[in-house]
């Protein structure tokens, strides 16, 4: 697989990640241990160097899946948590105070199985502690050699920028997608400026964009879809435009939708990083295959065209948690 470079920094990835949440939370029951082994390193022997997990994700049994997972190949990845939440619980609210940050950085060296953390994202942007005192501690925990480089995540620009002046931040990682174009606004400008590189979350919204989620789909209620707007009856149906002109282009292109999608991101900037999640070999296997795909100026203007007359309805978020980012 090719790699590429996280903004100016000389963070080296694969193009394509694992986003790995979806082994332990939010997409129903998390997957068994020896399953979610298979799989992530099964990312591994296809390439993939770069794998994504926080503290929140299963309360810390993410880290330790990876940790097991990735322990005989260590040197040869990058791995990437967060930390963010009170006790590491995301329905617990924001802690980003520096002995919490040093706490959750100790912890997670042990589930990792490592003596040092390549990427430490804040999870979300904390309203109660200035972001020069969250950046000032992962400056010093850099200076220590527990952390390689600073992540912020879902953060707003003048987040960015504060913290960039502490200490230079390597990547953000926020939603973005053929479904969510925010980041287009200001976010990528800014980081453009800054040299720091875009890690995209959820580059498939959420499975949506695959084309497998019809208009009258359902999920239960351990499923994190349940409670996103966009995911609602009306939008879903109303959103299938949007999944039927990538099933279009797809078809030219022999290629299926989810690999249009990642195929688009890439052609974005050269450091923007998808990070793609599953459960499934055959998904990741799909997902991977867009590394090799390459959109034509025509292609990427078919898609703009298409992108003007669809308006994809529903919010990503629901009003509490859309409170928590961009800020």
């Not at 050699?145 to 502490?166: N, P, Q, T, W």
């Not at 499934?280 to 997902?287: A, I």
Request: charged share 25%.
């Amino acid at each position: 697989m090719k790699t590429r470079k996280l903004g100016t920094s000389n963070l080296e990835v694969s193009a394509i990640g694992l986003g790995c949440m979806g082994l332990s939370q939010a997409y129903g029951p998390a997957v068994d241990k020896s399953d979610g082994i298979a799989l992530i390193r099964g990312a591994f022997e296809r390439g993939v160097t770069f794998f994504d997990t926080a503290e929140a994700y299963g309360q810390g049994s993410n880290e330790e899946l990876l940790g097991e997972a990735l322990a005989p190949v260590r040197d040869q990845v990058v791995l990437a948590t967060k930390f963010g939440f009170t006790n590491g619980d995301a329905t617990q609210g924001m802690d980003s105070r520096p002995e919490r940050i040093r706490a959750v950085a100790d912890a997670a060296l042990t589930r990792l199985r490592t003596d040092r953390i390549d990427l430490f994202y804040q999870h979300r942007v904390d309203p109660n502690v200035p972001m020069e005192d969250v950046a000032g501690t992962v400056r010093d925990l850099i200076a220590e050699g527990k952390v390689g480089h600073f992540g912020l995540s879902e953060a707003g620009v003048d987040s960015i920028r504060r913290a960039h002046a502490v200490q230079p931040v390597t990547a953000l990682q926020s939603e973005y997608s053929l479904w969510w174009r925010e980041p287009e606004e200001r976010v990528l400008p800014t980081l453009e400026e800054l040299g720091i590189g875009f890690v995209p979350f959820s580059p498939l919204g959420r499975g949506f964009l695959t084309g497998t989620i019809g208009a009258d789909a359902t999920f239960g209620s351990d499923d994190f879809r349940s409670l996103v707007p966009r995911f609602a009856p009306q939008a879903l149906r109303a959103n299938q435009a949007l999944v039927e002109m990538l099933g279009r282009i797809a078809g030219n292109k022999r290629a299926t939708p989810a690999q249009i999608a990642i195929a688009w991101l890439h052609a974005q900037r050269p450091w923007i990083v998808p990070i793609p999640g599953t459960t499934k070999l055959h998904r990741l296997e799909e997902n991977l295959g867009a590394e090799t795909l390459t959109l034509s100026a025509d292609d990427l203007a078919e898609i703009a065209r298409v992108l003007a007359q669809v308006k994809v309805e529903g919010d990503r978020y629901s009003p509490a948690l859309q409170a928590r980012v961009g800020r």
